[in-house]
């Protein structure tokens, strides 16, 4: 891959900022800076999260937040557009614009060129490189703010972006950045076939272990049988498709009525009603406590009060899946078994039998026998949870792989 040091500021262009639901990359931009990358952090969105992570406040990066809704500033747009049409590069801009606009004639590729329009017009001159986080809108604007300004563009991409993004947009995109990086093994092998060769890298996010600190009080050995001390199963998603919460409630349904458990699940999202109602239809209602949207250190205490974690990942409707969900990497770091579905990179982490159980995604039976196993087991359980947390810490910590990507960006050395 291309790459090499290039004096200036790198623009990180993201759907939102800042955002509980996505840590992994403000670590990322939190690591690199640590390196000593400037960052420019570009925003399509303004932010919808009422609380931060103590990450977001470690950032140095200052922010440039771009319309979200052409409409509602309408003399920006259009002071942005007289600027930019007088550039050499706005009429090949435009007309491969207009090529992906006859291809996807929709206001969100409409939009996505107005916010180009407004980034090439007011980006720093410091700024001599735009990485996109997510290889469909952010990459768009991307891709026509670095062809305005005459600046390489390089990406991450992860999970729905990659799977709902139609081929030919995911070909003309990986043909004009200079790299791009991605999180799972499944996500390589279907970019790469894409791609010109060697335009496509592996690279975990890593977990920052830094944050996640072993617990060292031993958990108690809670086998489910005793009606005083519940054992507590963990499950951590945005309430959407993906995440089989709906497949989750089937196989809690399913496990006997003299086993005594409680589910705690973490995450907010559109189907939560949905999910409350089908909670109560099959009568586990009273044994779910719905938590919401969590900060990091809150979300640590939840996993330290955990007996057992569950994700019932699943290929969506639309295509969407999960790449490789950062919160087993931190449900492992903290010694819990996991019980997960053999979906997209989930295998790349969770070794059935040998660091958790995989089962078959879509199948609340197969799920339900997996739980019903570890709840009856406090030692396999251990066993298991001990395996994963030191595949974590071998394998998958932000030190092991950050290096490869903070690389690309012209960095040497260690944080």
């Known amino acids: 891959m ?65 319309p979200e809704y052409l409409l509602l500033e309408p003399l920006r747009v259009v002071r942005a557009w007289l600027r ?76 729905k972006d990659i799977w709902t993004t139609p081929e030919w947009e995911k070909r003309d995109k990986l043909a004009s950045c200079e790299w791009l990086v991605t999180c799972t093994a499944a996500n390589h092998a279907h970019l790469a076939a894409l791609a010109p060769p060697g335009r496509v890298d592996l690279v975990y996010h890593g977990l920052d272990l830094s944050r996640f600190p072993p617990e060292k009080t031993a958990k108690e050995s809670k086998n489910g049988i005793d009606p005083g001390k519940p054992l507590i199963i963990l499950s951590v998603g945005r309430l959407v498709e993906k995440k089989g919460t709906d497949v ?58 955990a007996d057992l ?32 579905t053999k979906v997209s990179g989930i295998p790349e982490l969770v070794e059935n039998e040998r660091t958790g159980l995989l089962v078959a995604p879509e199948s609340p039976e197969e799920f339900a026998r997996a739980l019903q196993a570890l709840i009856a087991d406090p030692v396999r359980r251990r066993t298991l949870g001990e395996a994963g947390r030191q595949r974590v810490h071998a394998q998958f910590t932000l030190e092991a792989n950050l290096g490869p990507l903070a690389r690309r960006f012209g960095l040497g050395g260690v944080e």
């Not at 952090?41 to 922010?63: F, G, Q, Y």
């Not at 009568?283 to 640590?300: D, S």
Request: glycine share 6%.
């Open 84 to 159: 930019v049409s007088r550039n050499a590069r706005y009429r090949e801009t435009r007309n491969l614009w207009l090529r992906d606009l006859l291809r996807d004639p929709t206001p969100n590729r409409i939009r996505r060129f107005g916010q180009a329009l407004v980034l090439a017009d007011e980006l720093p001159a410091d700024v001599r490189h735009l990485h996109a986080h997510f290889l469909h809108t952010p990459a768009s604007v991307a891709r026509y703010a670095a062809l305005l300004a005459g600046l390489p563009w390089t990406g991450s991409a992860h999970a």
């Open 309 to 340: 974690f569950a994700l019932a990942a699943r290929v969506a409707r639309d295509g969407d899946r999960d790449g490789l969900p950062n919160v087993l990497a931190e449900a492992q770091s903290q010694g819990l078994a996991c019980v997960a």
């Open 2 to 66: 291309a790459g090499g040091p290039r004096p200036g500021r790198v623009a990180f262009v993201l759907k939102g900022y800042p955002r509980l639901s996505e840590t992994f990359i403000a670590q990322e931009i939190a690591a690199l800076e640590r390196r000593g990358l400037e960052i420019l952090i570009v925003s399509l969105r303004h932010p919808t999260d009422t609380r931060r992570h103590p990450v977001h406040d470690e950032i140095r990066a200052s922010v440039l937040y771009l």
């Open 248 to 305: 989750l409630l089937e196989a809690l349904a399913r496990l006997p009525m003299n086993l005594h458990w409680r589910l705690v699940h973490v995450g907010g999202g559109p189907l939560k009603s949905r999910l409350e109602r089908r909670a109560r239809a099959l009568g586990i209602a009273q044994r779910i406590q719905w938590r919401g949207a969590r900060t990091q250190a809150e979300l640590l205490a939840e996993y330290r009060a």
